[in-house]
C-alpha cells in the first residue's frame, strides 16, 4: 500500500468534511512515495524513519467559498 496513491482518498475525506478545521491526520507512506499536496490540507510536519515516512496533516482552518 506504500506505493498506492493516498491522493484521491484524501480529497475525498475534504470532500466529505469528516475532518472539522484545524482536524489532524496521520500519513504514513513509504519514503519514495511523499505525500502531494491536497487542496483543504495543511503539512504540518513530516518525520523520516528509515524508509517510512509519517506526515502530520491539518484540516484547513480556511472558509472555501
Known amino acids: 500500500p506504500y506505493a498506492a496513491p493516498v491522493e484521491p482518498l484524501l480529497r475525498e475525506l475534504v470532500a466529505a468534511r ?7 491526520l496521520v500519513v504514513e507512506r513509504g519514503r519514495r512515495h511523499a505525500v502531494a ?3 483543504g ?4 510536519e513530516s518525520r523520516e524513519y528509515g524508509d517510512t515516512v509519517m506526515s502530520r496533516l491539518e484540516a484547513s482552518t480556511e472558509s472555501g467559498g
Open 18 to 24: 469528516i475532518l472539522r478545521p484545524g482536524g489532524t
Open 37 to 39: 499536496p491536497v487542496d
Open 41 to 44: 490540507l495543511v503539512l504540518v
